[in-house]
């Protein structure tokens, strides 16, 4: 038997957290709040194709040579000036890894940290691509609820003083994938507190913090770090393009160098064509205009959201009002299973996708929830299709909750 | 202390075994021997800059969203078909993984077979890479002898017949990093046998099989597999340009399985743009062309290497005689140290560079071989480089070995 040759970590009786996530359904009224993908219609391509050709032209065949394990150098100097300006990020260049998107930097985390068993902590829900990397290293969870302002911290306190042994916590604190929650400052302040009173590193995954709609981003976790234990994660793919793959992480110290060895052993380095080519278009663009474009699209795509959740949905559902990203979070009545909505129901009846919640839990234990996505639809799209959805959730609720 | 929050797999008092392998040396008539680079001057810039605009003009937007975690089909397909008829592999699409760069192959495949204390088999002196990414799945390693036609089977099966619980071994079949040897098409069949009996994994690592400057490619050892337990890596670094970070690997049943939910955890997906590059490049020219004007070239320069070693090297040196890749190994008496000359001798009285050669066995415990590469010089640089470094060799030996 083969797969007793496989590493235990791979487990493959459990499909990875992020498998099956997504259902087709090829029906032509079909409305997807599923997939987490940006608008490709907001891509800024023509610049791109510039900025590829100007690396071309300038380097030549050396461009095409092995180059830096941690990425080109111009790149990591303007993500330093960029987290500096918009997340008050003290750093340089030599503390910036350059990464195959955000996953990789939060895989190479996991790596360089996680033995099997080590405890750690992830606010619920979290995002499931994370939960999919630490799998593979085998820790033992621990979950802390989300509040409006971001992890509850006197739940995490009681946790951190019942497992002292907790040596990492992963929070997504701005805009957060799936429920659109942000962390309030004066949250960020005392996680860092708490990290250096018990001795744990935070993992700071930040994809979204440019893309808030009401409010500039505000200052990092990582801005109040004061004994090198916030890693902090970032992304191009939410706010330039995902198939750049070119995600980055700071860290500092012994972490940095751990990860950065691990980062060799890993793939060498990313592509330095793509990471020229960014460069160059942030030198002959202004990356701050573009997001900005951006938001005023995804401004609208939220409002339209979160009216049709306020609108067209029963009052025994809540759901949380995002200022920023690309989620909604919807909880339905405890009764209600919302895989099994989704497949029986949501898709067969109504040709309306998204993605039930059970896989952002790392006991995968929670049933009643589900994230919409409303980053690729215009906002008719949204109306008319959160009134098909909402319509099937009404449906379900009254059976469960019928009105006497 | 935050050193103490490191994963146990990355042990930091360890270099990793990629680190430290070149030292730089600014001298104007420094001649390395060290990087395993292509030459960069036979790369096919104008071709490959004509391929990225293609697939932009023809694809656009699409072509940076989110695309497919196997990585692009038409590439899959043209990966399929090369392998079929350069290494009589029947295989499809389906079983093709696009990596970034062979070593993330490798370390895919570490991720998804290895626990700690897992037992595992390489030919020795081996790729560096590869036991760098082994290293941090902490395998108990068996080393196995390289003979002039490859592994060395009787002492392999020795071992097998001792640990019974070994379930990989990793091999370079063809022109092999450090050596330059081969292994014979009967050992690869008899390798599958064994492999069979002894119910373990052969992860076939084939970079350099395009490039024989004698002899056509060689069948795959996955061309004699009978029970899915080949898995095969290649990689276009090597017979295009290594900055595109594009890999592959081909594999089967609940291996390929695992390597797939591995892969998901680990970056989502390689670049989709860079594959659709790739894919027009492979249209639009011929590579096997291409392949053969690099063998044209590199021909030359092993074959001044070969020449300079017969040449200007005390009898007392050992050296392979490469028919392909990069690379040659050479092998002074016991009594010298390769570092040890390197850093005291070699670069400071002859500004020449190798690799010395311990960091490529497992145990890091043989002092007395080091790699050449002739891949970045050319013909005239190789002579009077190697002019040099036999000059130092012979001193060196000499005080070890008198002629009395």
């Known amino acids: 038997m083969l797969k007793n040759l496989v590493a235990q970590r791979v487990n493959p009786d459990v499909p990875s957290a992020l498998s099956g996530l997504f259902v087709n359904d090829p029906d032509p009224h079909a409305i997807s709040f599923a997939a987490g993908s940006p608008n490709e219609r907001l891509f800024p391509v023509k610049e791109m194709q510039r900025a590829f050709n100007t690396a071309i032209e300038q380097q030549g065949a050396h461009l095409f040579q092995y180059q830096s394990m941690q990425g080109n150098l111009n790149l990591r100097e303007k993500l330093v000036a960029r987290i500096q300006k918009w997340g008050h990020v003290t750093t340089t ?3 910036v890894l350059v990464t195959v998107g955000g996953q990789q930097a939060i895989e190479l985390v996991a790596k360089a940290l996680l033995d099997p068993g080590d405890e750690m902590v992830v606010e619920v829900p979290t995002y499931v691509g994370a939960l999919a990397a630490f799998d593979l290293y085998q820790p033992t969870y ?11 911290l006197d739940e995490l306190e009681d946790t ?3 497992h002292p042994g907790i040596k990492l916590l992963y929070t997504v604190p701005d805009y957060h994938n799936p429920t659109g929650i942000t962390m309030s400052v004066a949250k960020r302040q005392a996680l860092v507190t708490l990290a250096n009173r018990y001795d744990f590193i935070i993992l700071e995954d930040s994809p979204y913090r440019d893309l808030g709609y009401a409010n500039l981003p505000l200052p990092a976790i990582k801005s109040f770090d004061t004994q090198d234990r916030v890693i902090f994660v970032s992304s191009l793919s939410k706010i330039l393009m995902p198939a750049l793959r070119t995600g980055w992480l700071v860290a500092d110290g012994p972490i940095l160098d751990a990860i950065l060895k691990v980062r060799l052993a890993s793939d060498l380095e990313a592509n330095g064509v ?5 460069a160059n278009y942030m030198e002959e663009n202004d990356l701050d205009q573009h997001v900005n474009v951006l938001k005023d699209h995804y401004r609208q795509q ?15 559902v809540s759901f949380t009002r995002p200022k920023g990203g690309f989620f909604d979070w919807v909880t339905l009545p405890e009764e209600l299973d919302a895989a099994a909505l989704l497949s029986q129901q949501v898709i067969p009846q109504a040709h309306i996708n998204y993605v039930p919640g059970t896989n952002f839990y790392p006991g995968r234990d929670v049933h009643n929830s589900l994230r919409l996505c409303f980053s690729g639809l215009s906002p008719a799209e949204i109306s008319a299709g ?19």
Chains 1, 2 share one sequence.
Do not use: W
Not at 144 to 152: E, F, T
Not at 386 to 404: C, I, S, T, Y
């Open 160 to 162: 951190l003083k019942r």
């Open 274 to 278: 793509i990471h020229a080519a960014i």
């Open 386 to 404: 959160m009134g098909r959805l909402g319509e099937q959730v009404k449906a379900a609720v009254r059976e469960v909750r019928p009105v006497l």
């Open 302 to 316: 939220c409002t339209a959201m979160v009216a049709a959740l306020e609108n067209d949905f029963p009052e025994e």
């Open 142 to 152: 621990y979950s802390v609820d989300l509040q409006a302002d971001g992890l509850d």
């Open 93 to 95: 260049a030599d503390n």
